[in-house]
């Protein structure tokens, strides 16, 4: 069993700036593509950011590309989401979410789940 938790959302205005982090217990990360989820209100929840088990390869939305950088560190267990010039369209609900594939992870299927953290983007 993996369990993931999720720190560092907030409220922003636009074009701020907001890191969320994953910690990752109950086996070792390095195993698993890692990745970011948005819900917004009353909307399903879709992908944002991935990341491979060594890092080397990350996957992102199209609305966030150039925007947010995903990362990992696998010796301390947590996964990062950096999000520069942030809109009020990126406002939701953020998840993190583990799994052994990147098209399942994507779909999603099958995932481990964070409870997520709130992100508000607002003047």
């Known amino acids: 069993q993996v369990r993931l938790v999720e720190s560092g959302g907030g409220l922003v205005q636009p074009g701020g700036s907001l890191r969320l982090s994953c910690v990752v217990s109950?086996?070792?990360?390095?195993?698993?593509?890692m990745g970011w989820f948005r819900q917004a209100p009353g909307e399903e929840r879709t992908f944002v950011a991935g990341?491979?088990?060594?890092?080397?390869?990350?996957w992102y939305k199209d609305s966030v590309k150039g925007r947010f950088t995903i990362s990992r560190d696998n010796p301390t267990e947590t996964v990062y989401l950096q999000m520069d010039n942030l809109q009020p369209a990126d406002t939701g609900v953020y998840y993190c979410?583990?799994?052994?594939?990147?098209?399942?992870?994507?779909?999603?299927?099958?995932?481990?789940w964070g409870q997520g953290t709130q992100v508000a983007v607002s003047s």
């Open positions: 979410a583990a799994n052994t594939q990147i098209w399942d992870l994507r779909m999603p299927r099958n995932n481990f």
């Open positions: 109950g086996r070792t990360s390095r195993f698993y593509v």
């Open positions: 990341i491979s088990g060594d890092g080397e390869s990350t």
